[in-house]
């Protein structure tokens, strides 16, 4: 069973050994959007808007950030996007 599992492993291992910081912002990022979209499922019909928005978007950032160290065009406008996006959200909402 391990087997099935080993390219992965060496994947990650091969990531966290070719850049250290950008491997750690990125389990950064994931970790803000988890515990962002918790929230959100936990505090639903009113979610803490104020608090989550500059969190989401801060993770959006680091994202924005690692998509441009790894060259990856498609994911650096996504992310970039999905900043800008919110954060006309948060300024409107202020």
Known sequence: MLDLFRPTFEWIRNDWNSNRVRFAAELLAWAISIGCSIT?????????LLALYPVWIT?????????YTR???????????????????????L
């Open 40 to 48: 959100m499922a936990f505090t639903v019909p009113n979610p803490p």
């Open 59 to 67: 993770g959006c950032a680091i994202y924005a950030w690692a998509a």
């Open 71 to 93: 060259k990856s065009f498609g994911m650096l406008a996504n992310y970039i996007l999905l900043t800008t996006i919110d954060t006309v959200g948060l300024i409107r909402m």
